[in-house]
């Protein structure tokens, strides 16, 4: 499905004690008006309780973020002396280096302070502050994605088609815009070097290059996904039939209308070529020695990837057995197990079973038993999805494909056996030959930074009003929640799905 992050917080930075302005002396002071506003809304965001309560805040941070950007552009434009894109020329005098604190969220292990929190990193520069501001972007973009998708295909009523395509269409237009700007800050030689101008000599992963990069193929992998996940029937009747809610199945039974299998399919690789990139790059995060990225986002993207091809291989079954070759489509699922890493096929166990005697057919279904253990295990049940309780991306979507690869084997090895008695060719021939993937959505471009508008500088030429936010005027995050705080939200371990 789609990852959803935790959100870092920050320290008090007050812009006046650094800045001055000849041009608009109000501007500092308003830009630290509205990083204040930023920062409570994240600490208040820390606080909640994760679920629907933590999902719901997630728009009053995008309205924060939204707010802050622009004035950290026009701090950015009079700072390096661009030229304005406004007819409003903004002079700046830097009285001392902006430093500003953030607690990194992404980062292994070796940077936390306890078991629950990780230490706050300070970086030099105004371009170290629009990097974690953008980032967090990045992450409460991506959270958004999580929370339309999830909260209405795991609802207790069984979302209408229409239901489904507005959900996902919502997510895929955020996990886009998080994907653009990721990108700014991969490729952008403002942000090359901040990961590593942080005080005391060491690096941030959060903010290097090839994670950021790495995390725009990761949005592009979910993005592609979605997009086949909006027309995937297979899926929605795997669900509709878990919910134990669903009356639907008194009228009538779950519709799977015919696919564009092909087209499914080839999408699918390439989500899987997009989330094997994202792999690939946050694993040399921290290959010089470094702190790396934590090992839970690893995973994710490893178990992401495993998931697209799974789905890649069954798709291609459905369009074989669409053509009358079940014998191929059965193969293709086997395939599909493979890749998604499920032991054991249907028709396989069927034939031991037939053949063990004693002693060996216990062993068997002790073997079907655990496996069956192990999948619900490994990604949960229903209602821990709906609670939120999964963490980070419900397992990528692993457990509900390897229901459906289950369903579909059971049913067409059945139909093999009475009806067609086709040959079943070996799997391994069929994945040597797969397919290019095929690209649904245009690579967005880099992110760019919104711009105060006319009206909001002019009114940064008033004079500053008294400060109201000095160093001292709120309390220090590092020592905002209590141990009930604390251990009522304990850290991720959400590794069992791997």
Request: charged share 25%; aromatic share 6%; with cysteine.
């Amino acid at each position: 499905m789609v990852y959803a992050f935790t959100l870092p917080t920050t320290s008090h930075l007050s812009f006046q004690t650094h800045l001055s302005s000849s041009t608009h002396p109000s501007l500092p002071q308003a830009a630290s008006t509205a990083r204040h506003a930023l920062r409570t809304a994240l600490k208040t965001h820390k606080r909640l309780p994760r679920g629907p309560q933590q999902d719901a805040h997630l728009t009053t941070i995008l309205t924060t973020l939204t707010d802050y950007l622009p004035y950290l552009s026009a701090l950015s434009t009079g700072i390096s002396n661009k030229p304005a894109e406004t007819i409003e020329e903004i002079e700046l005098t830097l009285l001392s280096e902006i430093q500003s604190e953030w607690r990194p969220t992404l980062s292994s292990i070796s940077l936390k302070t306890s078991t629950t929190t990780r230490a706050r990193v300070r970086g030099q520069g105004l371009d170290f502050e629009i990097a974690f501001v953008l980032t967090t972007l990045g992450y409460v973009l991506s959270g958004l994605a999580h929370t339309s998708v999830i909260r209405t295909l795991y609802a207790s009523t069984t979302p209408t088609p229409e239901q489904r395509t507005a959900a996902v269409q919502t997510a895929t237009k955020h996990l886009l815009q998080a994907s653009a700007v990721h990108s700014l800050l991969a490729s952008s030689p403002s942000f090359a070097h901040v990961a590593r101008s942080v005080s005391g000599g060491s690096s941030v992963p959060d903010l290097d290059p090839a994670a950021q990069a790495a995390l725009s193929s990761l949005a592009l992998a979910e993005a592609t996904l979605l997009a086949v996940l909006k027309d995937d029937s297979y899926v929605a009747a795997c669900i509709q039939a878990r919910n134990p809610n669903d009356k639907d199945w008194m009228v009538r039974a779950a519709e799977i209308p015919k696919v564009r299998a092909h087209l499914f399919a080839r999408l699918c690789i390439r989500a899987a070529e997009y989330a094997e990139q994202a792999r690939a790059g946050l694993g040399t995060v921290g290959a010089d020695g470094r702190a790396g990225i934590e090992e839970d986002l690893v995973k994710y993207a490893r178990v992401l990837s495993r998931v697209a091809r799974g789905r890649a291989c069954r798709f291609f079954g459905v369009d074989a057995e669409l053509a009358g070759e079940i014998g191929e489509g059965i193969a293709w699922l086997r395939a599909a197990k493979g890749a998604l890493g499920v032991r054991g096929a249907v028709a396989e166990q069927k034939e031991n079973v037939g053949k063990s005697r004693g002693f060996s057919r216990f062993k068997q279904g002790w073997m079907e038993r655990r496996e069956e253990r192990k999948m619900e295990k490994d990604a949960g049940v229903r209602e821990s999805m709906v609670k939120g309780e999964l963490g980070p991306g419900d397992s990528a979507g692993r457990e509900e494909e390897g229901r459906v690869i289950e369903m579909l084997e059971t049913k067409w090895v059945r139909m093999n056996d009475t009806i067609n008695t086709q040959l079943i060719p070996p799997s391994a021939d069929l994945v040597a030959n797969l397919p290019s993937g095929r690209d649904i959505h245009s690579p967005p471009g880099a992110y760019r930074l919104p711009s105060l508008d006319e009206e909001q500088l002019v009114r940064m030429r008033a004079p500053p009003a008294e400060d109201e936010f000095g160093p001292g005027s709120d309390v220090d995050d590092s020592e905002e929640e209590s141990a009930v705080v604390r251990d009522s939200v304990p850290e991720r371990t959400d590794s069992a799905y791997y």
